[in-house]
């Protein structure tokens, strides 16, 4: 998470500083969680809860490549899990 190269990647946070992106404000973000787990959805599950762990730390690992944040881990997992809830809950 802390490696240098990863500084050049799109910056994560929450109050938006020099333009820095987040959650519900940016939607690129909302459309990259979705197209990651969609290109890679190979199952029957109606619900978040039913994904299997090894495919929830696909997606993740996958979002990880994506951006950058310093101190947020637990409040951009929380917002990428509540994309991906809302986002397999309107597929049922």
């Known amino acids: ?22 959650f519900g404000i940016d939607d690129c973000i909302r459309k990259n969680v979705v197209s990651t787990y969609q290109s890679n959805f190979w199952g029957p599950w109606w619900t978040y809860r039913m994904v ?4 929830k730390v696909a997606w993740w690992t996958s979002f990880l490549q994506q951006y950058y944040w310093d101190k947020h881990h637990s409040q951009v997992r929380f917002q990428w899990e509540q994309i991906l809830k809302s986002s397999i809950r309107d597929l049922a």
Do not use: C, I, V
């Open 1 to 22: 998470m802390s490696a240098p190269e990863r500084r050049n990647m799109p910056l994560l946070h929450p109050q938006r500083p020099n333009g820095t992106l987040w």
């Open 52 to 55: 299997p762990d090894e495919k």
